[in-house]
Each structure stands twice: as C-alpha cells, then as structure tokens.
T-cell receptor, first 109, second 118 residues
Framework: RKEVEQDPGPFNVPEGATVAFNCTYS??????FFWYRQDCRKEPKLLMS???SGNEDGRFTAQLNRASQYISLLIRDSKLSDSATYLC??????????FGKGTKLSVKP | GAVVSQHPSRVICKSGTSVKIECRSL??????MFWYRQFPKQSLMLMAT?????????EQGVEKDKFLINHASLTLSTLTVTSAHPEDSSFYIC??????????????FGPGTRLLVL
C-alpha cells in the first residue's frame, strides 16, 4: 500500500523560531511531491512543490531525499499566521495525490 | 492563482435523500478532476478520479452506485451522494488538475462541501 507518514505533532513554537517537518513516502516510483497547507475546516492549499535539488520560497525551504524516501519542509522566522496543518503529499506515479495525515503547527506569540 | 469553486459549501439533509455537489474550475480547463473525502482529524482520502467525457475511476472500497460522478465538461464535475446515511457525513473536497505558468502540474482544491446527514 502506498503511504505517506508524518509526525502529527503538534509542534508548538514561539514566533521567530525555525521549525522543520519531515515525512516519508513508500512509493519509490513517485515522481513529484508537494507540501500543502490546510487551515482548520478549510481546503488544502498548495504551499510549494518539492524538487530533488531542493527549492526555497521566501521563508520556506523544501527538500527531497530519494535515497531515503523522505521529504522535508523548513520554516524560518515563524509567524503567527503560519499556524496550520501541513500536509505532505506524494504526487504518485499516476497523478493521484496521496496525502499524509498532516503535521499540526502552532506558532505562539 | 487557479480557482476551483464548489457548491454548496454545506448541506444538511435527512437520511435517505440524495445530495448533489458541483465542482467547477474557473481559471482553466481541467480534463481530470478528483473527489476526496476527509473525516475529522483524518487525511484526505481519494474517492474517485473523474475524466471529462468518460466514466470515473473509483478507489477501492468506494461504491460507484452510491457516489455518482459526472464530468460533462472541461470545467464541471458533479458528485451525487445517493440515499445518504449519517455515516456519509463528511467534508467532500474536489480538485482539478492543472498547471500554472512556471509551476509543476498539481491539483487545485475547491473550498469543500460539509455534508451532515441526520
């Protein structure tokens, strides 16, 4: 069974902190990966794609390690508005997204 | 960015009735749309993949006769929950596959429909 595993958290961090999430995936044939953000009782929203070379978008950095089959997301200088659930997503080999259960982040003042 | 709309946003119905949910891609034509279900504190679970002009592909364990999917155009897919029961109460989310300029193809989600069956 193709799965994505994430630490559910919650991660409680102060404003300004750096926080990192990891997730592992089981399907070695998967070609694309994403991080989505989901606020409480809302739909997921694409945060960023994850490339083998790593990619950065402002305070967010995503990395993919194919050998170990894990994906990471680093958030620097956390803001209160970063509080949400972060979903690690395996794009699969057939285009069907496989979601992890999410990691809950709570940024405190 | 891409916009996907869903209607209705929430619905309460009696057990045994049917509920129809619409999903529209507003910014782009989506040959493929997906229907997910999310129970409280659970991850999104794919129910079916809907391709324009053809029959939907259902995931294992999802009854195709209970969850009717129609994808009549490149911008509209509908999910009908037939003879809904309380255990069908959930958050139903659709998504449309697309690619924005300069980005990898991925799925863009509608705002979801919260269904409560009494």
């Amino acid at each position: 069974r193709k799965e994505v595993e994430q630490d559910p958290g919650p991660f409680n961090v102060p404003e300004g902190a750096t926080v990192a999430f990891n997730c592992t995936y089981s399907n070695s044939a998967s070609q694309s990966f994403f991080w989505y953000r989901q606020d409480c009782r809302k739909e997921p929203k694409l945060l960023m794609s994850v490339y083998s070379s790593g990619n950065e978008d402002g305070r967010f950095t995503a990395q993919l390690n194919r050998a170990s089959q894990y994906i990471s997301l680093l958030i620097r200088d956390s803001k209160l508005s970063d509080s949400a659930t972060y979903l690690c997503v395996d794009g699969g080999s057939q285009g069907n997204l496989i979601f992890g259960k999410g990691t809950k982040l709570s940024v405190k003042p | 960015g891409a916009v996907v709309s869903q209607h209705p946003s929430r619905v309460i119905c009696k057990s045994g009735t049917s509920v129809k949910i619409e999903c529209r891609s507003l910014d782009f034509q989506a040959t493929t749309m997906f229907w997910y279900r999310q129970f409280p504190k659970q991850s999104l679970m794919l129910m079916a993949t809907s391709n324009e002009g053809s029959k939907a592909t259902y995931e294992q364990g999802v009854e195709k006769d209970k969850f009717l999917i129609n994808h009549a155009s490149l911008t509209l897919s509908t999910l009908t929950v037939t003879s809904a029961h309380p255990e069908d109460s959930s958050f139903y989310i659709c998504s449309a596959a697309g690619r924005l300029a300069g980005r990898q193809e991925t799925q863009y989600f509608g705002p979801g429909t919260r269904l409560l069956v009494l």
